[in-house]
């Protein structure tokens, strides 16, 4: 399971950009995750989009209610359950992210008030569908290279 919340100012981006993001956004993490494109893991990817009024976001620490429409202001949270998130796999996620950000916007380069966090859930600690999920029992479905899913059990200790 993955969760993408993109946090912008009201109005930042339409809705021909969100859906492009909705795609390119769950492709930014899904390769880098489980090793490979694989359509069937895309069930268990969410973008959500948060609109916030000018009013209700701030850098530099005034509204940008106060600040003008030159403020490109983002938050791009990642959440991902436990695998194999070594520094250099969270960098890879981290710059496809703000390239697809990038590309849906039109833009030369991100913006640098555009911040990208990425939070690991721990093992045991996500659940759905009445349960807790476990990212392990999901290797061996085939969405994940083998290559990947040894990096997952070696990384988890399974």
């Known amino acids: 399971m993955t969760i993408i919340t993109v946090s912008t100012p009201k109005g930042r981006l339409s ?9 390119t956004l769950t492709d930014a993490v899904l390769v880098p995750e489980v090793g490979q494109v694989a359509p069937a893991a895309r069930a268990g990817f969410q973008v959500h989009f948060v609109e916030r009024a000018a009013d209700m976001m701030a850098i530099g620490g005034r509204l940008l209610a106060d ?9 791009i949270d990642v959440t991902v359950m436990d695998g194999d ?29 555009w ?5 690991v859930i721990d093992e045991g600690s996500w659940g759905s569908r009445g349960g807790v999920l476990s990212v392990l029992s999901l290797l061996d479905t085939g969405v994940f290279t083998q290559e990947k899913a040894e990096s997952v059990r070696a990384a988890l200790g399974a």
Not at 15 to 23: I, Y
Not at 67 to 75: F, H, L, N, S, W
Not at 95 to 112: F, H, I, K, N, Y
């Open 85 to 113: 998130w070594r520094q250099e796999v969270r960098a890879e996620v981290i710059e496809r992210v703000l390239a697809a950000m990038t590309d849906a916007c039109g833009l030369p380069e991100p913006s640098p008030a």
């Open 115 to 119: 911040w990208v966090t990425f939070r």
């Open 15 to 23: 809705q021909e950009q969100r859906r492009k993001l909705a795609e």
């Open 67 to 75: 600040t003008g429409p030159d403020a490109d202001v983002m938050v």
